[in-house]
């Protein structure tokens, strides 16, 4: 542990070392970052994290990585929050708006987990951070999250021939998108890709379901989905149909320019030599590091039994391969249900058979994004399963919302050690985990 870019901090813990980052922040963004730790609150008094902890003990006790992971998620298109966070964490240094990797960048493992789009300010300009930080050669891991799947599913639906069980997929998926739609079409879409459309009535009707959408598509998704979800699912499209006229226009782009641009997408994102094709090509679902497995939302039974039987990779290139052609079959499906579950009733279930086929496979702990937290990460015992939520509001329209000032900034390290640390600007002190050294 004597890592030259990591400050020691003796806290209140006892005698014990515990690391924090040492921050290279020469643009002084963070004056208000956390410099002093406290024992993760709730994590030695709660009843069910005990139990958590008494079942992995029982299953052989904990693998730790063995570099450390630093674990950030849901940046939301917020360039800005992503890079502090890096800084937060020691594994950047910034100066004069350029980034370097610091020695401990080096030798960390970054997890990115899940939900990079959507919100704002700049769906480019966040995957151009994440751009810049994979050229300094750092050890980048991209995860899927919910949002990210719905630009997938959204563009693809305008694609190809015409099918009830997608052709719906557009509106169903794309408001959130158009932010980005319209960040795509100021960068890359041109006059003759314009010009090559039909007019602003025919691009529109391409656009939205045909008339009869709701009847063809009842009678198609008897195969793949359960009436109740049927029935949602008609209601939902029917709501967002209302809408549609007004958010078009709130983006300030025509039908014409909407298709224009989510055409263009497809380019730019999932064609070989596309400008962020990188972007999807490297993205994964799931990550194991010793006891730890990182996902964007959560697990199922039958993705547990997935994971121990095959592994996280055969998990990895089923979703790969689903995505590139998905129907709300698969969204509500287990592969999916790793970057949407809240587990929920709706949700793919996990019980306690999963739970303990995972410790059986030495998994004791998931961490996670999708749920984010005003006050830091959080950890908790759901289904039973150790689980700690990493999506702290980084991005500046959530923050917004909800009443938090200015830009996020915070990331989840996890150390060879055993010690979890997690930073957040929004909580005055680092909170520090290290579950073998609990009783």
């Known amino acids: 542990m004597g890592d030259r870019n990591v400050a020691q901090i003796q806290d209140s813990i006892g005698s014990e070392s515990i690391l924090l980052p040492q921050v290279f922040d020469g643009d002084a963004c963070l ?3 956390p410099r002093s730790v406290i024992p993760w609150p709730g994590a030695g008094t709660q009843p069910q994290i005990a139990r958590c902890l008494d079942r992995a003990r029982a299953h052989g006790g904990w693998r730790w990585p063995d570099r450390p992971v630093v674990f950030v998620s849901d940046p939301h298109a917020d360039a800005e929050g992503f890079l502090r966070s890096l800084t937060a964490a020691g594994v950047i240094h910034r ?27 700049s769906n480019l300009a966040l995957l151009d951070a994440i751009a810049a930080l994979r050229a300094t050669r750092a050890d980048v891991h991209i995860l899927a999250g919910n949002h990210d799947l719905r630009m997938r599913m959204a563009v693809a639906a305008l694609r190809g021939p015409r099918s009830a069980l997608r052709e719906h997929l557009f509106v169903r998926m794309g408001r959130k998108i158009l932010p980005a739609l319209r960040e795509v079409l100021e960068r890359f879409v041109t006059k003759a890709d314009l010009d ?21 598509f009842e009678r198609a998704a008897r195969a793949e989905l359960r009436p109740k979800v049927i029935a949602k699912e008609t209601a939902k499209l029917g709501a967002k149909l209302e809408k549609f006229d007004a958010e078009c226009a709130r983006s300030g782009m025509t039908c014409r320019e909407i298709l224009a641009a989510a055409l263009k997408c ?7 030599g596309g400008a962020y094709a990188w972007f999807y090509d490297g993205m994964d679902v799931v990550a194991r590091s010793g006891s730890l497995l990182f996902v964007h939302a959560g697990l199922c039974d039958s993705m547990c039994d997935v994971l121990v039987n095959e592994g996280p990779e055969a998990v990895n290139a089923r979703y790969r391969a689903a995505a590139e052609d998905a129907s709300l079959g698969f969204y509500f499906g287990p592969l999916a249900n790793l970057v949407r579950t809240k587990y929920r009733a709706s949700d793919c279930a996990l019980t306690d058979r999963g739970v303990g086929a995972l410790h059986r496979a030495g998994i004791h702990m998931v961490v996670q994004g999708h749920v984010n937290n005003h006050a830091g990460q959080r950890l908790l015992a759901k289904r039973g399963l150790l689980h700690l939520e990493g999506d702290i509001t980084l991005d500046r329209a959530s923050r917004a919302l909800e009443g938090l000032e200015g830009i996020g900034a915070g990331a989840t390290l996890i150390f060879p050690s055993g010690d979890v640390i997690g930073l957040s600007r929004d909580y005055p002190s680092a909170k520090h985990f290290a579950p073998e050294r609990m009783s």
């Open 196 to 216: 090559a459309l039909p007019d602003e009535a025919a691009c529109k009707a391409r656009l939205l379901p045909r008339a009869d959408w709701a009847e063809r």
């Open 31 to 33: 004056p208000d970052l």
């Open 95 to 121: 100066a004069g708006g350029r980034i370097g990797l610091t020695g401990f960048g080096q030798r960390a493992r970054i997890v990115l987990g899940g939900d990079s789009l959507d919100k704002g300010p």
């Open 266 to 272: 497809h380019q730019v994102f999932f064609e070989p």
